[in-house]
C-alpha cells in the first residue's frame, strides 16, 4: 500500500508546477511550450506532472486565475486587518511591491504580456483574463471605499476609477522594467506612485 500524501504536499507541489510552467510560458510563450518543456524544466514525469493539470491549457489557465489571489492572501496574512486606517493598507500593499526584486517580477510580466496576447485572440481566455483583473480592481476598491468612509479620502472620490489607477500605474512602471532597469530604480517609482496616489485621494503622506 502506498503511503498517504498530505494535503500540504499536494498544494506544494501543485504550485512548483505551475511555477516550472510560468518560467517556460515566459521563456518561450504559450504556443511554443510543451508539455515536455515543462516536466523536463522540473525534473519529473508527466505522469507526475498529469495527477495535478491535465493539460497545458489547463496550466496556463490556472495561472493567471489564481496569482491574483495568492498575492491577496500573502498582503493580508502580513498584519493587514491590524492596520486601523486605510492609507496605512494601502502602504502595506505597495510595500509589498517595492520588495520584489525584479529578477523576480520579470518572468511574471512576461507570462501576463504572454496571456494578454492569447486572450485577445480566444474568447474563453479573455473571460479569465477578466475575472484577475475584476478581482485586482475589487481588492484596491475596498480599501479606498474605506477610507472614504472613515473620512481618510475625499468624499467624491471614485472607489473604482481610483482603484484602477492603481493598477495601471502599477502594472505601467513595472513594464518599464521588463527588459532592463535596477531594482533601486524600480523602487523610487513605487514610491513616487505611491506619493501620487494618496494625494490623488486629498490624503498628503506621512515625512
Same mark, same amino acid.
Given at each position: 500500500?502506498?503511503?498517504?500524501?498530505?494535503?500540504?504536499?499536494?498544494?506544494?507541489?501543485?504550485?512548483?508546477?505551475?511555477?516550472?510552467?510560468?518560467?517556460?510560458?515566459?521563456?518561450?510563450?504559450?504556443?511554443?511550450?510543451?508539455?515536455?518543456?515543462? #516536466?523536463?524544466? *522540473?525534473?519529473? %514525469?508527466?505522469?507526475? /506532472?498529469?495527477?495535478?493539470?491535465?493539460?497545458?491549457?489547463?496550466?496556463?489557465?490556472?495561472?493567471?486565475? &489564481?496569482?491574483? $489571489?495568492?498575492?491577496?492572501?500573502?498582503?493580508?496574512? &502580513?498584519?493587514?486587518?491590524?492596520?486601523?486606517?486605510?492609507?496605512?493598507?494601502? %502602504?502595506?500593499?505597495?510595500?509589498?511591491?517595492?520588495?520584489?526584486? /525584479?529578477?523576480?517580477?520579470?518572468? *511574471?510580466? =512576461?507570462?501576463?504580456? $504572454?496571456? +494578454?496576447?492569447?486572450?485577445?485572440?480566444?474568447? $474563453?481566455?479573455?473571460?479569465?483574463?477578466?475575472?484577475?483583473?475584476?478581482? =485586482? #480592481?475589487?481588492?484596491?476598491? &475596498?480599501?479606498?471605499?474605506?477610507?472614504?468612509?472613515?473620512? $481618510?479620502?475625499?468624499?467624491?472620490?471614485?472607489?473604482?476609477?481610483?482603484? +484602477?489607477?492603481?493598477? =495601471? *500605474?502599477?502594472?505601467?512602471?513595472? /513594464?518599464?522594467?521588463?527588459? %532592463?532597469?535596477?531594482? &533601486?530604480?524600480?523602487?523610487?517609482?513605487?514610491?513616487?506612485?505611491?506619493?501620487? /496616489?494618496?494625494?490623488?485621494?486629498?490624503?498628503?503622506?506621512?515625512?
Amino acid at each position: 500500500m502506498s503511503p498517504k500524501v498530505s494535503d500540504a504536499y499536494k498544494e506544494e507541489r501543485r504550485a512548483a508546477i505551475l511555477e516550472g510552467a510560468l518560467q517556460c510560458f515566459a521563456d518561450k510563450g504559450y504556443p511554443a511550450t510543451t508539455v515536455d518543456d515543462i #516536466v523536463r524544466r *522540473l525534473g519529473i %514525469s508527466k505522469g507526475a /506532472l498529469y495527477n495535478y493539470f491535465a493539460s497545458k491549457e489547463e496550466m496556463f489557465t490556472a495561472l493567471m486565475e &489564481e496569482r491574483m $489571489e495568492r498575492l491577496i492572501v500573502g498582503v493580508k496574512g &502580513e498584519r493587514y486587518d491590524t492596520i486601523p486606517d486605510a492609507a496605512g493598507k494601502l %502602504s502595506l500593499i505597495m510595500r509589498r511591491f517595492q520588495r520584489q526584486a /525584479l529578477q523576480e517580477l520579470r518572468p *511574471l510580466l =512576461a507570462f501576463y504580456l $504572454e496571456f +494578454s496576447l492569447q486572450a485577445s485572440r480566444r474568447e $474563453e481566455l479573455r473571460q479569465v483574463m477578466l475575472r484577475h483583473e475584476e478581482t =485586482a #480592481v475589487a481588492f484596491i476598491r &475596498e480599501v479606498i471605499e474605506e477610507g472614504i468612509r472613515s473620512g $481618510e479620502f475625499r468624499p467624491d472620490l471614485d472607489s473604482g476609477e481610483a482603484a +484602477s489607477l492603481f493598477w =495601471a *500605474l502599477r502594472d505601467g512602471i513595472a /513594464l518599464q522594467f521588463i527588459g %532592463s532597469g535596477e531594482d &533601486e530604480q524600480y523602487q523610487v517609482l513605487m514610491r513616487g506612485m505611491e506619493r501620487m /496616489l494618496l494625494l490623488y485621494a486629498n490624503k498628503r503622506p506621512e515625512g
